[in-house]
């Protein structure tokens, strides 16, 4: 499966950015999707995931109660909802697809978009 995901930007702290990944390929309903992020200078850092059906997500700490993770498996996207930005949300965001949810949640993917630059300015 493919993925491409858009949407990344400048954004002032406390703004918002709706993230898309565009799946083609392969059968999306087959797979969990996740969003994970790379900082300038860190480790990559799991996001949020969404279960096949978009019936379950997972939310890193950090994130949880800004973002929300969504997807649209007519239009085979899913979406990444980022609220209340801070600096620190700063990164390059990407998206990707694995056949087991739990794989998602330890940072690792079989499938891997590009990633869309965030930056938060202050």
């Known amino acids: 499966v493919l993925l491409q995901a858009s949407g990344g930007g400048l954004v002032q702290a406390g703004g918002f950015l709706r993230l898309s990944c565009a799946a083609s390929?392969?059968?999306?309903?087959?797979?969990?999707m996740g969003w994970f992020r790379q900082a300038p200078g860190k480790e990559r850092e799991f996001v949020a995931a969404?279960?096949?059906?978009?019936?379950?997500?997972y939310y890193a700490d950090s994130v949880e109660g800004r973002f929300t993770i969504s997807r649209d498996n007519v239009k085979s996207t899913v979406y990444l909802q980022l609220n209340s930005l801070k600096p620190e949300d700063t990164a390059v965001y990407y998206c990707?697809?694995?056949?087991?949810?739990?794989?998602?949640?330890?940072?690792?993917?079989?499938?891997w978009g590009k990633g869309t630059l965030v930056t938060v300015s202050s």
């Open positions: 990707a697809a694995d056949q087991f949810y739990s794989a998602l949640r330890n940072n690792v993917a079989g499938y």
């Open positions: 969404i279960g096949r059906s978009g019936g379950t997500t």
């Open positions: 390929g392969g059968t999306t309903t087959n797979y969990h």
